[in-house]
């Protein structure tokens, strides 16, 4: 059986491919096979195959885009963790984020960011002063 007609191995080559696959991949490839399959060909003519930019480019832009879209911590995570396989520092990957800023503001920029400090390991400082806790300002 080839991989077009086994949802098994059509899901091992995504992860292969795309260094992840979401959970609605997992579902898809066993309750709708051909719509995973029609999603999946535009995401690849879109940003798997190479064309004019390199992966590196395209994750970055993935990242800003969903941070801007306010999509999943688990799912800009996916993508920060694939660009840092890719060699993509975290530097790199916090100033893609913080293009969010201008145009999508403080609340979308802090779900990019969240999801930023959790993959990097990424601390602060601490108040020396008495104030309240505010938390991560990202949503859970």
Do not use: C
């Not at 999943?72 to 530097?91: C, E, F, N, W, Y």
């Not at 990019?112 to 959790?118: C, D, I, K, L, N």
């Amino acid at each position: 059986m080839t991989t077009a007609q086994d949802p098994q191995l059509y899901i091992d080559e995504m992860a292969r491919k795309r260094g992840y696959v979401l959970d609605y991949h997992k579902v898809m490839a066993k309750q709708d096979f051909p719509v995973l399959q029609a999603a999946n060909g535009l995401v690849g003519a879109a940003y798997l195959d190479q064309r004019t930019l390199d992966r590196k480019t395209k994750e970055l832009i993935f990242i800003v885009s969903l941070t801007v879209m306010r999509a999943s911590k688990g799912h800009i995570q996916s993508h920060i963790r694939v660009a840092l396989d890719l060699g993509v520092t975290p530097q790199e990957i916090l100033e893609a984020i913080e293009i969010s800023l201008p145009e999508a503001g403080i609340v979308a920029f802090q779900t990019g960011f969240e999801a930023w400090r959790e993959v990097v390991g990424a601390d602060g400082l601490e108040p020396t002063v008495e104030a309240h806790q505010g938390g991560s300002g990202a949503g859970a």
